[in-house]
């Protein structure tokens, strides 16, 4: 940005700065949908259409219980439709020639919305009605047809000896990650994925000791970006069982992490699924005492627009136009900058000012032929000051793993009383204050945004801004 007067010129340049504290608020919300049954166990929602699906050892009548032989309730598949944002209409089952004396899901849905894979007990001849048989789980594959399940066939690698099931399938429908406490995993249960090739699943491959725990990994989603999550009942987290996430990255898992609190409580929290946007999703809990399906949304705020941060410079350049039109004279040009520095000659120079100010700026001409001195050729006031806008002080790189300080105390915008600076650091986290700190786990290119919002003015209008820049981190932790 060039401001021109009278013959002297003044060019914009760039610079910037740095300092910081923060404060993790929770970025979601959560409500139990109405439709649980209350004294029954809900659990393992699905997005279906316009409705969840999910299963229940709810009762199929009103007056009678549907048990297996040894007098466990029996889980079956429910489909609940929804009405509007709020309310759902009365749950219905979803059947199949298993419903009455077998249990049925969890359940996943393949990428032709019609193909589903879900766990079921693998054995279901007669030695099911022996009271000391145990049965083992294992993965079916049918066909949707309206409101039933159609077509069984079972998963190649079921097994008599040992549970397989809880199936969720990649986007494409290239890789099917399961639970299973199969020989020679790592803990109680493990996840585990199998790749389609060749019209057939792989055999099941261990996602191995950075996701697997000695305790029990259960209840696999994996979501289209690419993002694992699991609950596990590994000590270090708030309750019994916990959702975490992971992801692959240079073909190694990432260290799985903690969803935050509400999803994650001192109870029992498991199988989460998240919408696209990973802005809304649902899971279950036991933080009622019985297994409910919970609906939770994202909180966080992200402008759809959001003005580009204009670094605050004070550094300028100026030039004697003069010199340019008349340079067969030969003059030296001394400049006074108004702020205690000392001179600087030349028909250009570049001088930084301490900062916002107003600036006298002076210039003398000496004649180098006859040596005299023209005082004052030139004399302008220098107005400096900063851009009125929230501000972004941070590096524009940092290293994953590296804590980051961040602070808007540059800040300038007149006549605001604000009551709150808030962060999206664009990794779905958040934080709220003048100076706050983040570590960024990977590598990549973030877009931070910064909201300021002042109390209400007196006609009751609440002023907001929002300010953007970029962030490059790299490496690794």
């Known amino acids: 940005m060039v401001k021109r007067f009278s013959y002297i010129a003044i060019l914009f340049l760039i610079i910037m700065n740095c300092s910081a504290q923060e404060q993790n608020p929770s970025i979601y919300k959560v409500s139990r949908l109405a439709f649980n049954s209350g004294i029954f166990s809900?659990?393992?929602?699905?997005?279906?259409?316009?409705?969840?699906?999910?299963?229940?050892?709810?009762?199929?009548?009103?007056?009678?219980?549907?048990?297996?032989?040894?007098?466990?309730?029996?889980?079956?598949?429910?489909?609940?439709?929804?009405?509007?944002?709020?309310?759902?209409?009365?749950?219905?089952?979803?059947?199949?020639?298993?419903?009455?004396?077998?249990?049925?899901?969890p359940m996943s849905i393949a990428p032709d919305g019609k193909t589903v894979y879900f766990t079921s007990d693998v054995e279901t001849g007669r030695i099911t009605k022996k009271r000391k048989f145990i049965n083992h789980s294992g993965i079916f594959i049918a066909e949707m047809q309206g409101s039933s399940l159609v077509s069984l066939r079972p998963f190649e690698y079921n097994n008599q000896q040992y549970d397989v099931g809880q199936p969720s399938l990649s986007r494409d429908g290239k890789?099917?990650?399961?639970?299973?406490?199969?020989?020679?995993?790592?803990?109680?249960?493990?996840?585990?994925?199998?790749?389609?090739?060749?019209?057939?699943?792989?055999?099941?491959?261990?996602?191995?000791?950075t996701v697997n725990s000695t305790a029990s990994e259960n209840f696999p989603f994996m979501h289209p970006s690419g993002r694992l999550y699991f609950s596990s009942d590994r000590p270090g987290g708030p309750g019994g069982m916990d959702v975490y996430y992971t992801s692959l990255y240079h073909g190694a898992w990432d260290n799985p992490v903690a969803m935050p609190d509400p999803i994650n409580s001192p109870d029992d929290d498991f199988a989460f699924i998240v919408g696209e946007d990973m802005s809304k999703g649902y899971f279950t809990s036991n933080r009622q005492k019985n297994d409910d399906i919970y609906a939770f949304s994202s909180i966080i705020i992200r402008k759809a627009s959001c003005d580009t941060l204009i670094e605050n410079s004070y550094c300028y350049q100026m030039v004697e136009e003069n010199s340019i039109k008349y340079d067969s004279i030969p003059f030296r040009y001394e400049w006074t900058f108004g702020d205690g520095s000392p001179k600087d000659t030349g028909a250009a120079v570049i001088h930084c000012y301490p900062g916002p100010?107003?600036?006298?700026?002076?210039?003398?001409a000496v004649n180098l032929i006859t040596k005299e001195v023209i005082y004052n050729?030139?004399?302008?006031?220098?107005?400096?000051?900063?851009?009125?806008?929230?501000?972004?002080?941070?590096?524009?790189t940092a290293r994953a793993g590296q804590i980051i300080k961040f602070d808007a105390e540059q800040t300038n915008l007149p006549g605001w009383n604000i009551i709150q600076y808030y962060w999206n650091f664009a990794d779905e986290s958040i934080a709220i204050g003048k100076e706050v700190d983040k570590?960024?786990?990977?590598?990549?290119?973030?877009?931070?945004?910064?909201?300021?919002?002042?109390?209400?003015?007196?006609?009751?209008?609440?002023?907001?801004?929002?300010?953007?820049?970029?962030?490059?981190?790299?490496?690794?932790p």
């Open 357 to 364: 100010g107003s600036y006298l700026i002076r210039l003398d």
């Open 42 to 105: 809900d659990i393992s929602p699905v997005v279906f259409n316009d409705g969840i699906i999910f299963c229940s050892d709810r009762r199929f009548s009103a007056v009678r219980d549907r048990k297996t032989f040894e007098g466990r309730r029996i889980y079956n598949l429910w489909f609940a439709e929804r009405q509007d944002s709020a309310s759902w209409g009365k749950p219905s089952e979803i059947k199949s020639e298993r419903s009455s004396l077998f249990n049925s899901g």
């Open 175 to 209: 890789y099917l990650y399961f639970a299973s406490n199969m020989p020679g995993g790592i803990g109680g249960a493990d996840l585990y994925y199998c790749e389609w090739l060749n019209g057939k699943w792989s055999v099941p491959v261990n996602l191995g000791p």
């Open 439 to 476: 570590v960024y786990l990977r590598p990549g290119t973030y877009n931070i945004q910064l909201i300021v919002t002042a109390e209400p003015g007196p006609d009751g209008v609440i002023r907001e801004s929002c300010v953007c820049k970029n962030i490059i981190i790299t490496g690794d």
């Open 377 to 396: 050729q030139k004399t302008y006031m220098l107005d400096i000051v900063d851009e009125e806008q929230p501000y972004i002080t941070s590096p524009d």
